[in-house]
């Protein structure tokens, strides 16, 4: 049995010129696990905290290190569980949840390194088993893909332009198989390129590679979105073209956290200062009006009556979607079920900062009939694909990794190609 050998890390930048850290992780038998960690933007209050760059890389040199080294990689829930106690605080603030995450993700890629299995292999039988490796497991069969859901249209914290709403996506079929989903998105994305330009507009992109328009409103988003969609010719032929609401569907992650000022949310670029009543009908006259499936954080956390009333009305209606209410964190995921306040979760694992705690979060969110969205951050890295293999592993219903540009985002959906193409292809 390999035992962990050495631990190191050092600062690397991520896609937002912030430092981050890689972390990387020796077995005696030679297998290498290496891992860079993500960063929001518009965080949830009870994410785990990260640390400044150096300071999380000096935790994982030292006490860290001194903590793992010798431990068997293949009992996650021993790692994950001695870094937990060591910190000993609810949001990992002593130690950091970036430090923290980086030893985890990192110990769970040379595991299956030394396997010599695929990550997202090797991460399946720690979700069927509890986070400890089972040797006896059987290959992963035909599974549920992930549906990529591309966010093709930034604002709110992502942003340099006024449209107070953060991601605007378009969401291919789920019966679509993915790398068909993947050319719908890059079609999507081209064709908004040249409508965006020939309408005088500029092409910037945000920090998840979805442009950046200046004097947008949500519906003039909405519509130009519609509009892109529907001058895509498929492989440049006249009468080949996508349908909205049959191949495609809209998504809206509102970030309502990020404009809410007191009981208030201030849609500034249409000068409104809404209730979450208020904001309930703005969204119900939305969706009367476009063929939107997916709302994610439609009030801020801590507007739970919001929450509620909205899940009340529309459940029927759209798929309505925790991320900064809940934050990867089955303590705040039970509250919501309690409550019946979503019908789908959103999984980063820096939002909570082990491998662990993220597959009980998500083993719970399954067991609550939830549907799972796993997601990269807003400050990402190219090196870091390990969210792919998670969706696969866990067999999510969506992954969220940005517009279909940006290398950051797309070394995400590329490595969903590579394991579609090698191992479930047809
Ligand atoms: P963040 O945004 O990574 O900046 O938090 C992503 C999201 O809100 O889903
Ligand atoms: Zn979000």
Redesign the pocket.
Known sequence: MPKIKDITCHKVLNSRSEWTIETRVELDDGAVGTQTV???????ENEALHLEAQKAAAVVNDPLKDLLVSKNPFNQLEIDTLMIDMDGTPNKRVLGGNSILSVSLAVSNAAAKSLNLQLFEYLHVLYKNNSVFKPAYSKMGSINFPTPVFNILNGG??ADNDLSF??FMVIPAKTTPYPKQLEMGVFVYNSLHKLLVSQGYESGVG??GGFAPQGFTTKKALTTIKQAVEEVRVDGEKNNRLVLGKDLFLGM?V?AESFHVGDRYEIKEESLKLDHAQLSSYYGDLLQQYPIIYL??PFYENDIEGWEHFYQNYKQKVMIVA??LVVTNAKYLKAAIKKNLASAV?I?PNQVGTVSETLDFIRLAKSADMSTIV?????DTPEDTFISDLAVAVEADFI?SGSPARGERVAKYNRLLDIFDNFFGS
């Open positions: 993500p960063d929001g933007a518009s965080t949830g914290k992502h953060q991601e920090d998840e992650d970030a994610e954080d991320d900064d959103i980063k997601s990269h951050r807003s400050g969220k």
